[in-house]
């Protein structure tokens, strides 16, 4: 009988936050073996070959692993932390350019406990979350230093979306969103009318830049 791997999403704070110890994720990485309280809920049931998200607390999902092998007791857990722990062996470990923040899928997912360390999930769990990070990506979001921020083809999308609060709707048609105007600054982003008609052409920015881009003398 083929035994079917579970999913799980294996929760640490940020690289650094426990020193050099066991618990801290550097540690965890460059051993490959992710470290637990034995009492840890959940901890029981994890079998060889089961797929893990990786989170980081305050942040979101950052990578994938898989389990590489069956639990192993640390002997020197209760001189160091006073508690019986140890590891699982992970493999295939998979780093993201950037952490899916949690918020954008916690509502997707069918085990909506935030605070464990070990989290089961289910395989539909899975695909939400790699298909969440697929958007989240193509549309800009994301830093490669764990700092959010967006990128303008994400603002672009999602200023399109909001235009009537402001106001806005975009030109008709016939006008080429993206052209050069010869101000000598690049090309515009959106060109959009006003309630009156009149033209208004939005230049978006995801840092703070200089009065330049809008040919400013």
Not at 28 to 45: A, H, P, T, V
Not at 97 to 110: F, G, H, N, R
Not at 115 to 129: A, G, P, Q, T, Y
Request: glycine residues 10%.
């Amino acid at each position: 009988m083929t035994v079917q791997n579970k999913y799980w999403c294996f929760c640490n704070h940020r690289p650094g936050s426990y020193g050099e110890s066991d618990w801290d994720t550097s540690t965890i990485l460059n051993r490959g073996q992710y470290y637990f309280k034995e009492s840890e809920r959940n901890r029981s049931y994890i079998k060889l070959g089961d797929q893990v998200l990786l989170r980081e607390y305050g942040n979101g999902i950052w990578g994938t692993c898989k389990i590489a092998g069956d639990w192993v007791e640390d002997d020197s857990a209760i001189a160091k932390h006073e508690l019986k722990a140890g590891w699982f062996p992970i493999s295939e470990i998979e780093s993201w350019d950037s952490a899916l923040p949690y918020e954008v899928i916690k509502s997707e997912l069918s085990n909506q406990d935030h605070r464990s360390r070990i989290i089961r999930l289910k395989e539909r769990d899975w695909d939400n979350v790699h298909f969440a990070f697929k958007i989240y990506r193509n549309l800009g979001f994301g830093s490669t230093d764990g700092n959010f921020f967006i990128l303008e083809s994400g603002l672009e999308e999602a200023v399109k979306a909001n235009l009537n609060q402001i106001g806005l709707s975009l030109a008709d048609d016939a006008i080429q969103q993206q052209c050069q105007l010869g101000l000598g600054a690049g090309r515009t982003d959106l060109i959009c009318r006003d309630n009156d008609g009149n033209f208004v052409v939005l230049e978006l920015k995801a840092v703070h830049s200089s009065d330049g881009v809008v040919g400013a003398k």
